[in-house]
């Protein structure tokens, strides 16, 4: 699974540093890039701002998008990638705590992959990122990259 990044878009520590723990736990070796708010997970995807220069070949091979995010949230975040020709295609799966119908509907009518709820216990977490990381970065067959 070597040079296939995963973006990890969570504005919240604890969440955060869990979903890495999981990662890990689960042998995922993959890169990690992480974006704190909306707009960081942008300019990372677009090589903007702070990542102005970045290796745009890095494409993320899957991109794991929290709803409450700061400054711009992920249903905006995930509006600007369907939008967007380079990343209309990438995986996101939105990974939330929300339990909102509507947020839920909102993320798939947007082009949301998946819509996966943040179990509260560890080992329940740990269990669903093993499974999204099998589908996702093993199984799943992701479209040719198209340049940035």
């Known amino acids: 699974m070597g040079g296939k990044v995963i973006l990890l878009v969570e504005d ?3 969440d955060e540093a869990l979903a890495v723990r999981a990662l890990k736990k689960n042998n995922i070796l993959n890169e990690i890039a992480v974006a704190r708010d909306g707009v960081e997970a942008l300019e990372y995807l677009f090589g903007e701002g702070a990542y102005a220069g970045r290796d745009m070949k890095l494409v993320p091979q899957l991109i794991l998008l929290d709803l409450k995010l700061p400054k711009l949230d992920g249903l905006g975040v995930l509006r600007r ?11 996101v799966v939105l990974l939330t705590s929300s339990n909102e119908e509507e947020d839920m509907l909102n993320g798939y009518d947007l082009g949301a992959n998946s819509y996966v709820r943040k179990p509260v216990d560890f080992d329940q977490f740990k269990e669903a990122i093993r499974q999204l990381s099998l ?4 199984l799943n067959e992701a479209p040719p990259a198209r340049r940035m």
Do not use: E, H
């Open 135 to 138: 589908y996702w970065l093993v």
């Open 12 to 14: 919240n520590a604890d």
């Open 81 to 91: 990638l369907r939008a967007d020709p380079r990343t209309k295609l990438l995986p």
